[in-house]
């Protein structure tokens, strides 16, 4: 009697074992970089939705900080852990697939129709004719200004960084004793940003980065020193003394709260925080509007940058192919439009058909913030946005990108050209390192 | 005259038993052990039975120890990139680079000025703190518990705590500083002029306590008559703490001062959440700081670890210099 009891009990727990192991589901990893409670929920609805559809696949998503994603994400790829998929700058998605460790999309692409992805922001990731990322949205860098206070003041729309300080210095605003009680502008120090604006600025000085035949960094040109020259004058005159240690969101609560008139980087959701944080009365477009980005004394156009992380899907992951199935749900416009609207200024649509949809444009937000909208829009239908770091589009068929990005010497350049050394001697600095840089990881090409 | 560390145990240990040297210890109505006779391989089998069980143990910590430094060596010498497997023999190449590298030089000296000022307070206030908490009053063991706070909470908390107070913009710091009117425009604590400084304060208020935790237990062993028979000899508190209190905790301190060292200088995510590496935080980018950016952003594998072996030999000359100096402490410790 005792022996069967034990018996039987023997068989439940070896049956239950073997149908644990039997029906063990395939776990796909997704890192992004939406990291906005609301997103991260619509996210999580989408997979919730998928796994009903595949009840053999779980979807595990990790929403990281942006400025944290290349680094977690190299990290994860020297351990030979990389997640199925993830966000990426454009430049990661370039040195990723120039090493090959990328899958293509061109079934994803076909699922949802190649002629439906936004011509603007194709060539995020497109290489040899095939896409290796499509993004999972599209923004640009805007500059946010006090609209109320410039009104007031009777200030012009700057046209040259000449313009664009003079403007700055005529927001700022001092106390009897002399204090500032208002910067003219804020920026974040952060490595990441830093990058993002030498980029931006170097194109709106009609310079270059790279010299695109060769590959060799261009820092000494003076276009690029002319970029240096103007940090130094913004340092000097109109940021606040400790800008280089404020992130991104500090800059955002520098403006709403106004302690700061201006923000070069801000981007669409800016809206969301300014709706959150400023006085209500003021939590409006009248009061905080963009403007078109001044160009440099060498340029002659604006010039902005694109916030479009493809997603990028690892072909030695554990689940490139489920990964890539679930991407596709994702992008069906039901699902796309509640992660759309999460973020509804920045999170602009990659699928045309989707900026058409009357359920995306039936949105207060987009309504009430359509001025910052259609600053993107124009940013992108003027060609005049490129991604981080990138001044030509074919500067993404450089397999560097990433690792000048993750360096920290473009940063570096900007920080010693602000701390004193004249700028010359800073660009040729970052130069130098530069080249060692690249010559090390062998793309000496000149 | 022979300290006592320097004795031969065995004697002292068997004038404590009271039985004569060089006796083996048996159980009751065992016989002697020399007494005994063994078969002649017993001895052999015995030692490869013993060498057996430990070896589980031994071959754990040759993979958990030796094997990541003996690779971090061989890696030096490589130069590779971080993920793709590509990897070329360049013997000390990587160390000739670094040795001509500023930011090496530079990094080298924000590790050593972060490390010698937070050893250096924590210390300070770590002592001064446990000999308070070794009193009695009214509410000790509340505040014994308050003060393990820091300790106790994960870095990342601790850092975004501290950056929201020392925010120059929205900061409490600077909100009092200036309402008590110490200061006319707010201090930049995370710009590049003041972050050295924040992040010495951070970690001080990080890690104190465990200095604390340290010399408070041993505190708690130094006997009371000590201190009561030097009182009757009417020595001051000063005295009474460079005479017993001192001396007590010497050993214990010269351990601290090692384990905190060595953390201190090989300190990774305080410094790397205060400043990632860029901005501002490029002043305080500290050898562990620069090595993760070697190996993980400008993805040189073999730079980065030759960063870590020079770490590592650092702190090796540096402990081994430490014990010569201090050798006395070091027995008690």
């Given at each position: 009697m005792r022996r069967g009891a034990l018996i039987t009990c023997l068989a439940v727990i070896l049956g239950m074992s073997a149908s644990a192991w039997g029906g063990e589901k395939k776990v796909v990893r997704i890192w992004h970089t939406e990291t906005e409670p609301q997103s991260v929920a619509a996210f999580q609805q989408i997979i919730q939705d998928f796994e009903k559809l595949h009840p053999d696949i779980t979807v595990k998503q990790e929403a990281l900080a942006w400025g944290d994603l290349e680094a977690k994400l190299t990290a994860a790829l020297a351990a030979g852990a990389p997640p199925d998929a993830s966000h990426g700058q454009?430049?990661?998605?370039a040195s990723f697939y120039a090493k090959g460790l990328l899958r293509d999309q061109e079934d994803i692409a076909a699922a949802i129709g190649r002629d439906n992805i936004w011509e603007a922001v194709r060539r995020q990731c497109l290489h040899d004719g095939k896409y290796y990322g499509i993004p999972h949205s599209a923004a640009t860098s805007l500059l946010i200004y006090r609209k109320d206070i410039f009104r007031q003041k009777g200030l012009k729309p700057p046209e040259t960084w000449d313009d664009f300080i003079k403007v700055a210095e005529a927001l700022m605003e001092r106390d009897a004793s002399g204090r500032v009680t208002r910067y003219g502008l804020s920026l974040p120090g952060v490595g990441l940003f830093i990058n993002i604006a030498v980029g931006e600025l170097t194109a709106a000085n009609g310079g270059r980065l790279f010299d695109l035949r060769t590959g060799r960094p261009t820092f000494t040109e003076k276009q690029v020193i002319e970029v240096l020259d103007f940090y130094k004058k913004l340092n000097d005159t109109v940021l606040p003394p400790g800008w280089l240690g404020h992130g991104y969101l500090d800059t955002f609560a520098n403006l709403a709260t106004g302690k700061a008139a201006m923000l070069y980087q801000g981007y669409g959701r800016g809206a969301g925080y300014i709706e959150k944080y400023a006085p209500k009365e003021m939590a409006n477009p009248e009061h905080f509007g963009v403007m078109v980005k001044p160009h440099g004394p060498s340029g002659k156009e604006t010039a902005a940058q694109i916030d479009a992380e493809p997603w990028m899907i690892f072909k030695n992951a554990k689940y490139p192919e489920e990964a890539a199935e679930f991407l596709k749900f994702f992008f069906k416009e039901e699902n796309y439009i509640k992660y759309l609207h999460t973020v509804p200024i920045h999170l602009l649509p990659t699928l045309k058909s989707v900026r058409a949809n009357p359920a995306y444009q039936a949105n207060a937000m987009v309504r009430k913030w359509k001025e910052w909208q259609d600053m993107q829009y124009r940013y992108f239908e003027t060609g005049r946005a490129k991604p981080t770091l990138i001044v030509e589009w074919d500067d993404l068929r450089l397999p560097f990108g990433l690792e000048i990005l993750g360096s920290g010497i473009v940063p570096d350049m900007v920080t010693d050209a602000v701390r004193g050394m004249p700028s010359a001697q800073a660009a040729a600095k970052a130069q130098a390192r530069a080249e060692e840089l690249i010559t090390k990881l062998g793309y000496k090409r000149w | 005259m022979a300290r006592p560390s320097d004795r031969d145990p065995q004697p002292a240990a068997s004038a404590r038993l009271d039985r004569p040297p060089g006796a083996a210890l048996v159980g009751p109505g065992l016989r002697p052990r020399a007494a005994r006779r063994r078969p002649a391989g017993w001895q052999q089998r015995h030692s490869l039975v013993g060498l057996l069980t430990i070896a589980p143990a031994l071959v754990l910590i040759l993979a958990l120890t030796l094997y990541p430094v003996a690779y971090s060596i061989w890696l030096s010498l490589l130069e590779k990139h971080s993920f793709f497997p590509q990897e070329r023999f360049v013997g000390l190449e990587n160390y000739r680079y670094l040795w001509g590298d500023p930011e090496f030089w530079t990094s080298l000296w924000y590790g050593v000025?972060?490390?010698?000022?937070?050893?250096?307070?924590?210390?300070?206030?770590?002592?001064?703190?446990?000999?308070?908490?070794?009193?009695?009053?009214?509410?000790?063991?509340?505040?014994?518990?308050?003060?393990?706070?820091?300790?106790?909470?994960?870095?990342?908390?601790?850092?975004?705590?501290?950056?929201?107070?020392?925010?120059?913009?929205?900061g409490v710091i600077n909100y009092w500083l200036l309402a008590l009117g110490i200061g006319r425009e707010p201090i930049s604590w995370l710009g590049a002029d003041h972050i050295m400084l924040s992040l010495v304060l951070v970690s001080i208020w990080q890690f104190f306590p465990?200095?604390?935790?340290?010399?408070?237990?041993?505190?708690?062993?130094?006997?009371?008559?000590?201190?009561?028979?030097?009182?009757?000899?009417?020595?001051?508190?000063?005295?009474?703490?460079?005479?017993?209190?001192?001396?007590?905790?010497?050993?214990?301190?010269?351990?601290?001062?090692?384990?905190?060292?060595?953390w201190m200088f090989t300190k990774f995510d305080t410094v790397w959440l205060m400043g990632e590496g860029a901005g501002a935080g490029r002043f305080i980018r500290t050898l562990p700081v620069y090595a993760y950016m070697r190996t993980l952003t400008y993805y040189q594998a073999g730079l980065g670890a030759a960063l870590a072996v020079i770490m590592f030999a650092i702190l090796v000359v540096c402990t081994v210099i430490y014990f010569g100096l201090f050798r006395e402490e070091a027995d008690i410790g």
């Open positions: 454009a430049v990661t998605c | 000025v972060y490390s010698f000022w937070t050893i250096l307070f924590q210390i300070i206030l770590g002592v001064a703190a446990a000999l308070i908490l070794n009193e009695t009053f009214l509410g000790r063991n509340l505040v014994r518990g308050i003060v393990l706070f820091p300790y106790m909470i994960p870095t990342i908390v601790a850092v975004i705590l501290w950056k929201w107070l020392l925010n120059d913009t929205y465990f200095v604390l935790l340290s010399i408070l237990a041993r505190l708690q062993t130094i006997p009371e008559e000590l201190y009561e028979a030097a009182k009757v000899d009417g020595a001051s508190p000063l005295r009474r703490f460079t005479h017993i209190t001192l001396p007590q905790i010497r050993g214990i301190l010269f351990v601290v001062i090692l384990l905190r060292s060595i």
